[in-house]
């Protein structure tokens, strides 16, 4: 099944789950590379809010936007070609989804934890002076450009989807997590695979409380009754297995 929003676990794989709003507010833009991904390079736009973060993303397959809602620990999935929304809680690494998204006992990965060294190194990215450091863990390295004026940044959310459990984070992400830092710059080998993310622009700007809310107007899809068969082409706008 060809999904409209199959864009949705695009999206997951790149989303901070855990960036600290209240030091912040406005625009920041980045780009992404994965080697081994069918998605190309991505760019990513986050708009940060007390509380909120907005994610619209532009990939080889589409475009694609989510909403984050930090307080109420859920995410407004938005779907522009339907004028529909759905709303999810934020899953959380190895928690089982058919839980809740609640973490399961014992679900951590296993192993030891990462490092973190400053190189010493600085280099000014964007009008930000940032510091280079060295992570290292179990199955990559990665070097890492950091601002501290950015608020905290605690790593990408590594989803696969409604219904789906949350991948393991990369070495550098578990580093970086709870530093207060956020990385302007990654370039980083995870399991042999390559992963690069910089960030491309960054506005400090007011935003509107409407940024972060569904669209007026737009309904409410209810993803539970599509689970449960109500839907059987699934998702609006999706195209039944084996169309062109």
Not at 52 to 75: C, E, H, P, V
Not at 110 to 134: F, Q, R, S, W
Not at 215 to 221: A, D, L, N, Q
């Amino acid at each position: 099944m060809k999904l409209i929003p199959a864009l949705l676990p695009v999206c997951a794989l790149v989303l901070p789950c855990a960036l600290t709003a209240e030091t912040f507010e406005g625009k920041v833009s980045m780009t992404m590379t994965s080697q081994g991904s069918s998605n190309g390079s991505q760019t990513m736009n986050m708009s940060i809010k007390e509380g909120f973060m907005r994610i619209d993303m532009t990939a080889s397959k589409g475009a694609a936007a989510m909403i984050m809602d930090l307080k109420n620990q859920q995410m407004i999935v938005l779907m522009p070609a339907q004028r529909m929304y759905m709303i999810q809680p934020i899953p959380q690494p190895g928690a089982n989804p058919q839980a809740g998204g609640h973490a399961q006992p014992g679900a951590a990965s296993a192993g030891t934890a990462p490092t973190l060294v400053d190189t010493g190194v600085k280099e000014t990215i964007l009008g930000y002076v940032c510091t280079k450091y060295a992570a290292t863990g179990a199955h990559g390295t990665a070097q890492i450009w950091v601002t501290d004026q950015l608020g905290a940044f605690n790593g990408l959310f590594h989803g696969g989807g409604p219904g789906q459990r949350p991948q393991a984070p990369q070495a550098w992400e578990s580093a970086l997590k709870g530093k207060g830092f956020f990385p302007m710059r990654v370039v980083s080998n995870d399991n042999g695979k390559q992963f690069r993310m910089e960030v491309t622009s960054v506005e400090k700007t007011s935003l509107p409380d409407s940024l972060f809310a569904p669209p007026e107007g737009w309904r409410k899809f209810d993803l539970g009754a599509m689970m449960g068969g109500a839907m059987p082409g699934g998702f609006p706008g999706a195209r039944p297995d084996g169309s062109n």
